[in-house]
């Protein structure tokens, strides 16, 4: 059985705070820019008008980009199961 002493604890820490400092740039230069989104339709339009300013909005500020589907809920229902 190992013990844990204060030095130990402390270079463990260090070398953790290293490893993510290091790779922190790599990790956000990995994220995607396009994702896929499957909305259920709204019972009014007024919904559907929403989210896609919603989308429209959030693609504007970060870079983004989002390919969305809006489909009626059993199509999306009979989409999702299939996966």
Same mark, same amino acid.
């Given at each position: 059985?190992?013990?844990?002493?204060?030095?130990?604890?402390? %270079? %463990?820490?260090?070398?953790?705070?290293?490893? %993510?400092?290091?790779?922190?740039?790599?990790?956000?230069?990995?994220?995607?820019?396009?994702?896929?989104?499957?909305?259920?339709? %709204?019972?009014?339009?007024?919904?559907?008008? /929403?989210?896609?300013? !919603?989308? /429209?909005?959030?693609?504007?500020?970060?870079?983004?980009? !989002?390919?969305?589907?809006? !489909?009626?809920?059993?199509?999306?229902?009979?989409?999702?199961?299939?996966?």
């Amino acid at each position: 059985m190992t013990t844990l002493s204060r030095r130990s604890l402390l %270079g %463990g820490s260090m070398a953790l705070a290293a490893a %993510g400092t290091l790779a922190r740039p790599y990790i956000a230069n990995a994220a995607a820019t396009t994702a896929e989104v499957w909305w259920a339709q %709204g019972f009014v339009p007024e919904e559907d008008e /929403a989210f896609k300013q !919603i989308v /429209a909005d959030y693609q504007k500020a970060s870079g983004n980009t !989002i390919d969305y589907s809006i !489909i009626p809920f059993a199509p999306e229902r009979q989409k999702i199961c299939l996966f």
